[in-house]
């Protein structure tokens, strides 16, 4: 089914909090598919600063990161709907490509879609894109595991 979430749902899916979150809206999941998300790069995020202070960048690292967290919300809404608790963790990021820097003010755009499923392996292709155009695509690979309590 395809869907939107709010963002009560996302923060039910995935564990990270400001100022680590990189999912702000999620615009379409399908379960065990594909889902579409987006993180809106203010000019007040606590990396430009620091990254460059004479020209703001998004760090690559960070839009990998975002999807990653596009991938693993994906995976939980497909682990619930399964009535599995278990959870996934980052395992790997391959084929990680940029094109483009993402700048404040920019929508960054995360399509995320399942290549594979082998539990407890799951592999993703994402797409991250700015007004249309693609700025950063890597493969993300994630493990289920059991929960631990912190």
Same mark, same amino acid.
């Given at each position: 089914? !395809? &869907? $939107?979430?709010?963002? =009560? !749902?996302i923060a039910q899916l995935l564990p990270h909090r400001f100022p680590f979150c990189f999912v702000d809206s999620v615009h379409e999941l399908v379960t065990g598919e594909r889902v579409v998300a987006s993180k809106n790069v203010s000019?007040? !995020? @606590? /990396? /430009? @600063?620091? =990254? *460059? @202070?004479?020209?703001p960048l998004m760090p690559g690292v960070l839009i990998c990161e975002a999807l990653a967290q596009a991938a693993a919300l994906l995976a939980h809404h497909s682990l619930r709907a399964e009535q599995s608790t278990k959870v996934v963790v980052l395992s790997?990021? +391959? $084929? $990680? &490509? *940029?094109? &483009?820097? %993402?700048? @404040?003010? +920019?929508?960054? &755009?995360? !399509? %995320?879609r399942v290549v594979r499923r082998r539990a407890p392996l799951w592999k993703f292709h994402g797409v991250a894109t700015v007004d249309g155009q693609v700025v950063a695509e890597a493969d993300v690979l994630l493990s289920e595991t059991e929960q631990v309590a912190l």
């Open positions: 089914m !395809e &869907r $939107a979430l709010k963002q =009560h !749902e000019s007040n !995020e @606590p /990396f /430009f @600063p620091g =990254h *460059f @202070p004479a020209q790997g990021i +391959d $084929a $990680a &490509r *940029f094109r &483009r820097p %993402v700048l @404040p003010g +920019d929508q960054l &755009r995360l !399509e %995320v």
